[in-house]
């Protein structure tokens, strides 16, 4: 069926860095996506999300990335902090827009 | 600034125990949904509902069943519980007028079924 994957599963940054979190979607219908951060005994937040008829939207400090073409959406953090240290899910949202099926996880690790 | 609550954070329930999960959102959500969160599995939908007395079934609905009497609160019903059900319970809301910025995550209820 369609599924939204992400490429890595753990990524490993120093502190100041940029981070780049990739995901992998296949439903071509989708035309909504979303971000989502959890942090640890949390639940997922809401950072950012993108519709598909854009295919860029930044944030404070994050930026969202929608290439149609390939079906590939990444999630950008400037000057990465210990406090961005999470798990971090990309989100569809499904054709009958009430559904939202999530990627597996990606866990980003910042070094002090 | 709480929006979405679930009445537990934590709960212990012994094997073949009926198990309510409660969820409240005070945003007037039209959706609401209930995942559960596996190592290695991420989230998986069990049910999720879009009106009042409305269900559907989601991914995984076995052993599971929902209840939507009220448009702010949406439970999520282990009839008898068993081991593997034991798992992080998360529930969600979204708007439907305006879907920027309208999903929310409740803080989730870890259920350990002995």
């Known amino acids: 069926g369609e599924s939204v994957g992400l490429h890595l599963p753990t990524l490993s940054v120093q502190e100041g860095d940029n981070s780049i979190i990739n995901c992998a979607y296949s439903n071509s219908a989708s035309d909504y996506f979303i971000w989502y951060k959890q942090e640890s005994g949390k639940g997922p937040q809401f950072i950012i999300d993108?519709?598909?008829?854009?295919d860029k939207r930044q944030g404070q400090r994050v930026t969202v990335l929608l290439n149609k073409t390939v079906k590939h959406l990444s999630l950008q953090i400037a000057a990465t902090q210990p406090g961005d240290s999470a798990v971090y899910f990309c989100a569809e949202l499904g054709p009958a827009g009430n559904m939202l099926t999530f990627g597996g996880g990606t866990r980003l690790m910042v070094k002090p | 600034d709480v929006k979405v609550t679930q009445s537990s954070r934590y709960l212990v329930k012994r094997t073949g125990e009926k198990v309510f999960l409660e969820c409240v959102q005070d945003?007037?959500?039209?959706?609401m949904f209930w995942y559960r969160q596996d190592p290695g599995l991420g989230l998986r939908l069990i049910y999720f509902s879009y009106d009042v007395k409305m269900k559907e079934k989601g991914d995984i609905p076995e052993g599971y069943s929902v209840s939507r009497e009220k448009k702010e609160r949406f439970s999520l019903i282990l009839e008898s519980a068993s081991t593997n059900q034991t798992s992080m319970y998360l529930c969600?809301?979204?708007?439907?007028?305006?879907?920027?910025?309208?999903?929310?995550f409740g803080p989730g209820t870890r259920l350990t079924v002995l």
């Open positions: 969600a809301s979204m708007g439907l007028a305006e879907l920027t910025d309208t999903q929310y």
């Open positions: 945003m007037d959500h039209e959706n």
């Open positions: 993108i519709r598909s008829n854009m």
